[in-house]
């Protein structure tokens, strides 16, 4: 299908296309970030550290790559917003016909427009659950409703959508900000019964996106605008393994790493995430 590339050294074997159960697709687009830029880098760092990341998960005691993971050819389009927004629904679309497990990587908040939009014509019933810094719930921003600042716009008026995280807003984005749904950073901080309460107000099919920045800076800097007062490592991973026992994760994307030279830290934290995620989808 495609000049293969591996993740995390797997054997290829476990990388084409025809065995994987796990697509994973990069979206390298950074057009519309306002501060830090570097985000268009985030992937080809993501997967060097992967390269030196141990494969067994412990907490699961796994090896999910065994279900195979395969690397599509990047959605390259960079023109405009709104024709990135076009390129991504039209490519989502096309691959939710695999019936395989779609797996995302900005890029910048704005590629999870199309993807959302795609998932939520495939799942009427759609949970989104947003884990950000960011409201992201602008209905355009400079010029364009598919900005970074607009990411969650459209799926707070289509879809049940969960905001964790939130520490950073803008007043117009009160209109569309659902306070029940909205887990702000400073009211979970040292609680944990917003888990419980957050998950109760999901469907069944839950779609994930997780902007880098919902993590504190000292442990993810790595981001187009890090946003002090973020969760911790555990934190997330205790939620997300919630999650994903007991909802079904239809998908996920993770977006805004933007690689810092000579800091390799954050690169090896957004490869262990997103090796624990497809350990809790596919754990036995």
């Known amino acids: 299908m495609d000049d293969l590339r591996t993740f995390a050294g797997i054997d290829e074997e476990y990388a084409g296309f025809d065995k994987a159960a796990i697509l994973l697709q990069s979206i390298p687009y950074d057009g519309t970030s306002t501060w830090g830029k570097g985000a268009d880098g985030g992937f080809e760092a993501f997967l060097e550290a992967a390269e030196n990341m141990e494969i067994y998960d412990i907490e699961t005691d796994s090896e999910v ?25 039209s490519k989502i679309r096309e691959l939710l016909g695999f019936g395989k497990f779609l797996t995302f990587f900005g890029g910048e908040h704005s590629v999870s427009i199309g993807i959302i939009e795609a998932f939520r014509n495939k799942y009427p019933d759609l949970t989104v659950l947003q884990l950000d810094a960011h409201a992201d719930l602008r209905p355009e921003y400079l010029g364009s409703p598919y900005n970074h600042a607009c990411a969650l716009h459209s799926a707070s008026l289509t879809t049940n959508l969960i905001q964790v995280g939130i520490r950073s807003m803008d007043t117009s984005e009160k209109a569309f900000l659902n306070p029940d749904q909205c887990f702000f950073a400073h009211e979970i901080h040292r609680d944990t019964s917003w888990m419980e309460r957050s998950i109760a107000l999901m469907g069944d099919q839950v779609y994930l996106t997780i902007d880098l920045d919902v993590l504190d800076p000292s442990i993810m800097p790595s981001t187009g605008t890090p946003e002090p007062g973020g969760m911790d490592w555990y934190t997330m991973l205790v939620y997300l393994e ?9 998908g996920f994307d993770i977006v805004e790493f933007a690689p810092i030279a000579g800091l390799k830290a954050p690169g090896f934290l957004v490869a262990k995430l997103y090796y624990k995620l497809l350990s809790y989808k596919f754990r036995q």
């Open 65 to 89: 790559f065994r279900n195979g993971i395969h690397i599509l050819p990047e959605i390259s389009e960079t023109s405009s917003p709104e024709a990135v927004y076009k390129a991504v629904l």
């Open 242 to 250: 919630k999650v994903f026992r007991r909802k079904t994760v239809v």
